[in-house]
Structures are given as C-alpha cells and as structure tokens.
C-alpha cells in the first residue's frame, strides 16, 4: 500500500515538479507543488518575492505551505528544492508522509539550471564559471538533509517504473 503522502525533495532542476506528476497521474494521487501554493496564496511570484523581501522572510512562509499539506490525502509534493534544509522540514516530511530523494549529480543540476525557462532566485546574475561554483557548495551544504529520505532515486534517466516497484515493496 503506497503512503497517503509523498514528499518529492531534491536541488533544484533535479526533476521534482515532472516527477511529481508523473507520479501522481500513476497513483491515482493529486500532484501538488510546494511553489504553486506559494504563488497561489500570496499572489506573487517565488522570484519576486525573495527579490522584494529575502530568503528569510521566504522559508518562513514556506514552511507553513509545506505544513498544510497534513491535511491532504493521496498526494505527491514536490518541494522547493531548499524546503527539507529549514524549520525541521525535513524531520516534519518524514513524520507527515515518506521522502523520495531526487539525486543529480551538481553537473546535471547545472546543465539544467542553464536552460531552464523558469528563474531561480538564488542564481540569477550569476556567470557561467560562478554558477558552477555556486552549484557545488550549495547543493554540497544541502545534501545532509535531502539524505535523511527514506529513499533516493537517480534523477538522471529517471524511470517511474523502477520507483513505483520500490513504493509498492
């Protein structure tokens, strides 16, 4: 029997929002994303919003986004890829539902971050060579708490096939 709550945590461009869904639409679930509530609820973008108030102000609202998702059933969230690292949300996740960890290795998350339609606040402006700086500490400082899911899934060549089996176990 497949948990009333996943929580689909990783970097950011590893996959989570398209895994989300896919995952979902498999299940039978409702996808959501930790994001979307975010804009939906406060009318503002996640971008302009840390442009116009901070990363602070940010994780604090966030974190009481990602709390509300308790109340639903036969999900999968797809967390901003900064979620699990703030406020015991990682801790809060586990308690509340199971973890799936989407692992890219920090070139992928960079590939990916360069061609990505969608603007991440935490690397606008920056170079290519500063990027990939940026890239390896951050997700390196952020990688103790993706770790602590209860499962991690490669999100290079992802196959929603192999990660339905290991739900399903």
Partial sequence: MFPERIFIIGYMCSGK???SRKLASRLGYNSFD???????????SVNDF???YGEDYFRKFEAEILRKTGDLRK???STGGGNPCYYDNMKWMKDNGMTVFIKV????AYNRLVTAKRK???????TSEELMRYIETHYGSRLPYYEQAELTV???NFNI???LEILDA
Avoid at 34 to 44: I, M, Q, R, S
């Fill in 161 to 163: 096939e192999k990660l």
């Fill in 105 to 108: 290795s920090p070139t992928t």
């Fill in 50 to 52: 840390f442009e116009k």
């Fill in 120 to 126: 991440r606040p935490l690397v606008n402006g920056k």
């Fill in 154 to 156: 490669k999100g290079e």
């Fill in 75 to 77: 999900v999968v969230i």
């Fill in 34 to 44: 930790t994001d979307d509530l975010f804009e939906e609820k406060y009318h503002v």
């Fill in 17 to 19: 929002s398209s895994i």
